[in-house]
Every structure is written in C-alpha cells, then in structure tokens.
C-alpha cells in the first residue's frame, strides 16, 4: 500500500513538472535560469533602440497621431559551429558558421545579416546526404537541370540517380517539368560556402533579466543538415550556443492596434521576422 501511495505520488510530481514545463512560459525561465551558470554568449549591442527609431521615424511613424511604445530586447539563440573543410584537394579550410536555432538557416555574412533559404525544409524533410547530391546539382546551376545534365555532373549509375531523385520528388524537394527538375524553393538559397563571415564576436551577458527567444530547432538537427549538405570533408569540431540581440519596436496606431517591427542590434537592420518566430 504504502508502495503504491509513494508511486502516486511520484507520478502526480512527474505529471505537474511536465504540465509547468510545456504550458508554463514563465515558470519555465525561471527554470531555465535556475539551471543556467549565470551567463551567455551573445553578439554585441551596436546599435540602440533609440537611434533605430529615429533613423527610421518616417518609416514608422506615418503621422503625429502614431506613438511609438517602449521597445524590447530579445536574444535570438544560434548554433556556432566550429569546422574544417576542403575547398580544393590540396587545401583544408578552418572556420565557423553561425546557424538559426529559430528559423534554421545559415548566417552568410553577420554585417549584411545575410542568410541562406532552403535548409529549413530540408529539415522538416529529414534530406540526407544522397539527396542532397540532388539538390547541391540543381543549387549549383541555379536551381534547375535536366536529367542528362545531373547524371554527368554525378557521374552514377542510372538506376542510383532514379532512386535518388524519386526520393527528393516525394519529399517535395524537387519538383518535376518534363525532363528537367528544379529545387521546390521560392528563390532557394543552398549552394553557399560552409562558413559564416563574422565581422564581429562575442561578449558575454548576465542571464538574469534576459529575455531569450525559445528555439525552434534542435542542435542536432543543425549539425546533422550541415553534414549532409556539405559533403565528406566537411567537419564539425566543437558547437556552442550563441545569441543575436534583437529590439521589438512596436507602434501604436491610432485606432488602438499596434505594429510590431524586429531590428538587428548588431547592424541596425530591420529583420524578416514574424511575432510567432520572436516570442
């Protein structure tokens, strides 16, 4: 009896840790913070919320008659990579890629903020390393090829290049036009160099107080793509989690509703960004 007490107990203690953890945001910071060593990387503040606003007051503000409210900063988790890899075959490249844990793509240069497209749904598609043979062929001559041009460029059997192709059509990677195919990606971003241009580095930050922007994505997620997407050579020595300070600039319109804006810290720049992405 006493046995089963105590096993209820535990149960009902399991129960509401897992209840608090999902459905309590709040609670789960505190947590989060609780668990913490007190600090975190992040990139540094260069720019403040002030002289964003005044530098894009006229964008913002229409008229007299739209406020602006008091802005948030928020910072926005990503995978540092660590990697080596080959760019010619007597030559071996050391660098780091700063990766999206929120909307899982590769930072290309940290001054411009600019980005890759595409390796989000190859997530979501589980792509491997074979498909993406596919998708690196077709990235590589701007996103489309016919069958021929992909065999030669590969250099595979037929009957490998059909189970290959089949594979990424019924994932939605690619899509079929005849006899050429193309990568299913509006203005698809994948054929990129696996390192990240970082102008800048990182300072550390006191978690406390901290608001930071819950990921989207594994870690093992990011590492895995990346080892698919970048061949044999490609290696990944160490990872760390890093941060992007982001300002929520919001305006109060006339009618009462608000406009929600995010800006880069680190170079000023409005990002593409939705409310449900940064929360």
Known sequence: MRAL????????????????????????????????????????????????????????????????????????????????????????????????????EMVINTSSWEKTHGFADCIASNATRQEFKIINALASRGGAWDRDGISKFLNIENHILDTWIDSCRKKSLIVQNGNTYRLHLQSPRLQVLPETKIDQWLVTKATKHALRVKKRFRHAQIENIAKAAFGNDFAIRKTAEVFLPVYSIVVQNPDGTQMTTFWNALNGKRLVATSNEIE
């Open 5 to 104: 007490i105590l096993f209820l107990m535990c149960a009902s203690l399991i129960g509401a840790g897992v209840w608090t953890w999902n459905y309590n945001p709040k609670m789960r910071s505190k947590i989060e913070e609780l668990l913490s060593s007190g600090t975190f990387q992040t990139l540094e503040v260069r720019y403040s919320a002030e002289a964003i606003m005044e530098a894009h007051r006229k964008e913002l503000l229409k008229d007299s008659s739209h406020v602006f409210l008091e802005p948030t900063l928020k910072f926005v988790p990503y995978l540092l990579l660590d990697v080596k890899y080959t760019r010619s075959p007597d030559r071996t490249n050391e660098g780091v890629i700063l990766w999206g844990l929120v909307d899982a």
